[in-house]
């Protein structure tokens, strides 16, 4: 794992699910209800989850899925999640666990990462595009909400 002064990564453990869902209610609550879509993903065994601690105590996390071929693509991989609590947003967490669970991805052999973000989600549209992920298509009415979404993808 990368290191950080202040921020701690690390995988995460079962207990963690009750962050993650807590976390993804109000994180994702925009574009519908994923407080418990998010953390069926984690304990699914088909995804890796980073979590981001300060002293020990969880403040964010990202999830990417396993291996498999996507869109096309072998060895492609989704980032399933990344959230921050809201009073640690903006302090460049999120660019951190994006950059590690990139370094997994590339560690599990996963040669291109895609993403959904909703069009309307400005701030993650841009962390996402200043890590150099680029948009493959829209997908209308992709949210539980009617939102629309933008898939981006990244060759790691």
Known sequence: MDKNPEIELRFSRAADSVFI???SIVA???YGDYGDVVPDWHISGNSITVIACFEGAPLGFAMV???FSRYDHNNSSELLAIAIEA???????GRFLLKEIENVALEAGIMTLFLHTAIDNRNARKLFSDSGYRVWQVKKGFYPL?????????KL
């Open 21 to 23: 869902r807590e976390l």
């Open 28 to 30: 994702f609550r925009p």
């Open 65 to 67: 899925s396993k291996p």
């Open 87 to 93: 009073s640690w947003q903006g302090r460049g967490i």
């Open 146 to 154: 009617g939102q629309d979404a933008c898939v981006m993808a990244k």
